[in-house]
């Protein structure tokens, strides 16, 4: 199985400010024939079940503010909140989907300082 | 409305069984390969299984092979997982997920769970 290892496990950041998010996997989840790096970012609220932010890698998924972004290749990835607002609060997870099981990381909780 | 919802949970004795139901509405089921992931209390994501676009082929998280069985049934829309010989490290929420179509990718829609407790 792939192993994800998200850092940290949580985050403090203040409101406006720049908060980023890192993700290892422990084989490259670059695909050369295509060039595409097989990894998702999903963010959780309490209560709700995951929602999609970024695919390959870096794609923002439709409707997602643009102070997402997603960056990184083959096994180190990042997920960069530009200026953090109020609802941006909530657990982040990576997910690989290279091969199954289809696994993620443990989880990154993002509060305000 | 584009949405899944599952229903089925509920608290098992450990051995005991489980069907789970998924029912997406609002867009065409059967174009899509679909995920069931878990959750356990105050815990991570966790992928349990797949299934492809017409059911012919599966996958289990090796956690669940051999107890859990993934289906489908496209004339109705629903998504189904079987849970047997269940144990209390199954408790979880447990959702269903869609796999994106086309040159996206990721699970782009999940329902709101259902809720799995295994206890004696």
């Known amino acids: 199985d792939i192993v994800m290892t998200q850092s940290p496990d949580s985050l403090a950041v203040s409101l406006g400010e720049r908060a980023t998010i890192n993700c290892k996997s422990g084989q490259s989840i670059l695909y050369n024939s295509n060039n595409k790096n097989y990894l998702a970012w999903y963010q959780q609220t309490p209560g709700q079940p995951p929602r999609l932010l970024i695919y390959w890698a870096s794609t923002r998924e439709s409707g997602v503010p643009e102070r997402f972004s997603g960056s990184g290749s083959g096994t180190d990835f990042t997920l960069t909140i530009s200026s953090l607002q109020a609802e941006d609060v909530a657990v982040y997870y990576c997910?690989?989907?290279?091969?199954?099981?289809?696994?993620f990381g443990q989880g990154t909780k993002l509060e305000i300082k | 409305e584009v949405q899944l919802a599952e229903s089925g949970g509920g608290l098992v004795q450990p051995g005991g069984s489980l069907r789970l139901s998924c029912a997406a509405s609002g867009f065409d089921f059967s174009f899509h390969w679909m995920h069931w992931v878990r959750q356990g209390p105050g815990k991570g994501l966790v992928w349990v299984s797949r299934?492809?676009?017409?059911?012919?082929?599966?996958t289990y998280a090796d956690s669940v092979k051999g107890r859990f069985t993934i289906s489908r049934d496209n004339a109705k829309n629903t998504l189904y997982l079987q849970l047997s010989s269940l144990r209390e490290e199954d408790t979880a929420v447990y959702y269903c997920?869609?796999?994106?179509?086309?040159?996206?990718?990721?699970?782009?829609?999940w329902g709101h769970g259902t809720l799995v407790s295994v206890s004696s």
């Open positions: 299934i492809n676009s017409d059911g012919s082929s599966t």
């Open positions: 997920a869609r796999l994106a179509y086309g040159s996206r990718h990721g699970f782009d829609l």
């Open positions: 997910q690989q989907y290279y091969t199954t099981p289809y696994t």
